[in-house]
């Protein structure tokens, strides 16, 4: 069982950044690991993923160029840096991890384990 914990949500208006960062209570380096979020009324959406060892990583288009996926896997962290937020970014966004050893990409049934969330608002 790994817990993941999000923090850095907040409330920000458009055009400014935010990191999100993402902890993990156990060792994360054979994990695939993405971030996703969840608007009000709408269904979760992948935001990006990274591979085990930080050298593939893939960002929905609706985030591409202003959003950053990294991690470092000594700390077991994983980071969502995002810039050029807009009030569309507005979502619960969650932290999401797969078992050692299982690939994943944007499709959140290949996570295994998820975060409570951190709440991102951007205003206009």
């Known amino acids: 069982q790994v817990d993941l914990v999000e923090s850095g949500g907040g409330s920000v208006q458009a055009g400014g950044s935010l990191t999100l960062s993402c902890a993990a209570s156990?060792?994360?380096?054979?994990?695939?690991m993405a971030w996703f979020r969840q608007a009000s009324g709408k269904e979760r959406e992948g935001v990006a993923w990274?591979?085990?060892?930080?050298?593939?990583?893939v960002a929905a288009d609706s985030v591409k160029g202003r959003f950053t996926i990294s991690r470092d896997n000594a700390k077991k962290t994983l980071t969502l840096h995002m810039d050029s937020l807009k009030p569309e970014d507005t979502a619960m966004y969650y932290c999401?991890?797969?078992?050692?050893?299982?690939?994943?990409?944007?499709?959140?049934?290949?996570?295994?384990?998820w975060g409570q969330g951190t709440q991102v608002t951007v205003s206009s």
């Open positions: 990274i591979s085990p060892g930080g050298t593939i990583s």
């Open positions: 999401a991890a797969t078992r050692p050893g299982r690939a994943a990409g944007m499709n959140g049934n290949s996570y295994d384990y």
């Open positions: 156990e060792l994360i380096a054979s994990s695939y």
